[in-house]
């Protein structure tokens, strides 16, 4: 029960975005989240850069600096290993919290 | 990559703060150019980028918390930071570092002393399993003497059931014949055929001894050098290292030589000890250390003897046996000997076992354990100074850590750089301070009292070094933990809302005055400490020896009974050593004795009055010592009734004594003791009359601190001659005793004498102080420094709050208060803390002093004149710390300091 917390959860979506776009920087991720979510959820732009900071300390993910299509400097994050296996875990722990949550909600 | 970046990090970390800017800085430029592509005005497009952020700084300091490296980067550049701080104040860094440095420079030495002496293991196999044997005559109030061999025969064969082994040592000079006519003197130890095997010592060259080498001769061997030369079987000897390298060059063709003693038995070597081995008794045992020679005992059962007391026993105890069982046993023993034997009844006989250490160690640790005490808390008083220093420093940059407190730094931050600092402080106090140990562990070899076991064990090895890396990190954290509290917590509001330059000041008050009472609680109980051990050593000075020092000499002169084989023979070589001794220019009086005072030797008989005839268990114990004609007046004692020996009084057959007052006292009570008789035990086992012809002023023989027993004195003479071996010479004017002419002139009445010890007789009282001196200047250098420490950290806290006062200071002027008053304010603030502190000290030292009441001579623990007179010193103390504070205050200009506000 312990991982399934909120910030858990933002992990997830960082690691499940970057599984799924090969290597983004911060600013796409934001976007990504929300156009793939219908615009549901919303990453808090202070919240995501030590979320990406602590991943990459974890070995987690792994940045280098690149150009933007708009030839901007941007920095853009790629996962690991270590960060696919993470993802791995972090997805079976959100189904059992899910799970969980729904067993609660349905109970009557 | 990953690793590298961390390790680059450490190295960059303005390179890396500029990444995370440029990492935000591009995330807002796409945001704001996607709003702009969104329709918004530019500026607007940029503000909402902006504000999703949040404060830009926060965003910062809580992306850079993320990288772990950076944190190890944050105390790299702590350390810089801390170091260009301290060279910015190197007042403040220079007291410090000072006061650490002496604080662990001190306790480091005392701890030098405590690891040699009281905690490296004895260098023997399993030394915690070694026991040693002493026996006491409690009625006699005589403690720790050796055995006598039928008392150890029964304490072996009584406690067989714990012990595996229990051998027995004792040991004594000799003299061995040089090639040229000459004699050398060496020492012997006579052991017991085990006792290598107990002590788990094996012989590196030829063999150990066997049981066969220990087999009792018919006449059982009176001690050393005086054996005749008739016994049989041959006495069977091992050689140590030093001595056999020494001697024999190291040559191994020494086994199965015979070597010869000068007037001794000859002995047979038949093996050699390893290098270093040692014989740890306490020194006043009178044990020696390193004997040259050793020989095995042919220790018999010699019953009729039980006061001839030599033999040290020393016992392995079996595995699984405690020493209380070992003690019950020999307990029996004991009382089985008290039942049986009814000198030992009267005299209170009872034997002591003791772990081998602690019986090494039983007199100086409680001396050894105050002086670390004390040694920790100079410590403690240099970390309470530099915590108060910091403190001073902490409250001035308070507003700085309130307002980066606000800008959302953690607790640790705040905390960090002052911990840094601190160890940054501890470590370079530490590396002085052990410089500072190494230097007075030299001074302490040199000032050490005689009867400190194993001082040549003092030196700075790993232990030391690590007690002083452990008093570093301990005082790092000490002194850091007041500053880093109240840094942790600072009150952002009060801190903001003051207007002055040093708004914090007041908050930290509270915590620097109560670091202050600590400190001059601890240095007062130091200076309690120091008195008290200054009033016993002025009670020694102040003790008679009940002889004149002045100008007097000493030496030992061996050989005389083991040269002269008749009465005749030796008088005739005592007589011929005095007359040569006289010719020296300048000697005004010689004379000899045994034992001689303050040498650490006694010798004790038995005596009574005429109802112990009928009552044996009337005999009493004294000591004796063997005198030669002339002695009272060559030593300046005083008679005090009847006459001193003549020479008359000198020959066989006179059975003539001088008592003590002591003695006198004790015998006859109020009555006159000259031409009365006492029985006495000595020459035979039956008891004999001698006759009192004097009285003398008793003399100190064993301690300057005790007054110690009663003395009887015997001629020479009644002991057959020869058996004085301590001389004294008493030069008149100011001549200077010359050595050489002293030797040459032994040398002139028979080679084969030899010349030791050599001594003043102010040394001799010299030495007998020694303990308390050596305790007594380490206490007062240590009482010294903490007095020292405490006025400073008084003097700080003053002036701190003289400044942080300085307003108030101007109102009252204002509203008419008189410089004087102002000066009385402060010095009364001063005063106020030193009663604190010294409150404290009082209650703390009462305690504690009790701890050292065997340190001390004719002074109680709570000697009322040393609290009174330490009270009013450390006041003065307070005093002249808080002079200059308050002349500060009582010079301040109102109107100068009311504008600052």
Known sequence: ?108 | MSLFRRVSNLFFRAHVEQEIDAELRSHIEMRTADNIAAGMFPEEARRDAMIRFGNPSVMKERVAEMDAALSLNNIWADMEFSLRQLRKNPGFTIAAILTLALGIGASTAVFSVVNAVLLRPLPYMDPDRLVIGSMDLRVRNVHDLPFSSADFIDLRNGTKAFFQDFAGVFTGPALVPRGDGTSEQIHWAVATTNFFRVAGARVVLGRDFTEQDGIPEPPAPPPGAQTSEAAAPPTVAILSYEYFQRRYGGDANVLGRTMRTTGGPAMVVVGVLPARFRLYFPPDANVEIAPDVWIADRLSYDASNRLAFSIRPVGRLKDGASLEQAQAGANQVAAEARKNFPVQRTAGYSIRLEPMRQHLVAEVRPAILALMGSGIFLLLIACANVANLLLVRASLRERELAMRAALGAGAWRLIRPIVVEAFLLAAIGTLLGLALAWAGIRELHALAPANLPRLDGIRMDAFVLGFAALAGVATAVIFSLAPAWRASRPTLINALRCSTGTPGLAGGRRLRNLVVIAEVALSFMLLIGSGLMFRSFLQLQRVDPGFDAHRLFTFQVLGVGAIGKTPEARANLVDAIERHLRAIPGVQNVTASYPFPLTGDFNAIRWGTAEALSDPSKFQATDYQIVLPGYFEAMRTSLLAGRTFTENDNLAGRNYVIIDDLLAKKAFGGESAVGKRILIRIRTPEPEWVEVIGVVEHQHTTSLAERGREEVYFADGFFGSGRVRSWAMRMAGDTVSDDNLVHRAIKDVNPNLVVNEMESGEALVDSAEDSTRFSLLLLAIFAAIAGLLAGVGLYGVLSTAVRQRASEIGVRMALGARRENIFALVVGQGLLLSALGITAGIIAALVLTRLMSNMLVGVKPSDPATFAGMTLAFFIIAVLASYLPARRAAALDPMTSLREQ
């Open chain 1, 1 to 108: 029960m312990g991982k399934n917390d909120l910030q858990g959860t933002l992990d997830l979506l960082v690691l499940k975005t970057l599984s799924q776009t090969g290597s983004l920087h911060g600013y796409g991720i934001v976007l990504h989240i929300q156009r793939a979510s219908d615009e549901l959820l919303h990453v808090e732009e202070g919240s995501l850069y030590p979320a990406l900071h602590r991943m990459e300390q974890s070995g987690w993910i792994h940045s280098e600096w690149a150009s933007t299509e708009t030839n901007r400097k941007a920095k853009y994050y790629k996962l690991t290993a270590a960060g696919k296996k993470q993802l791995q875990e972090a997805e079976k722990n959100f189904e059992q919290l899910v799970k969980g949550v729904r067993a609660i909600l349905r109970y009557a």
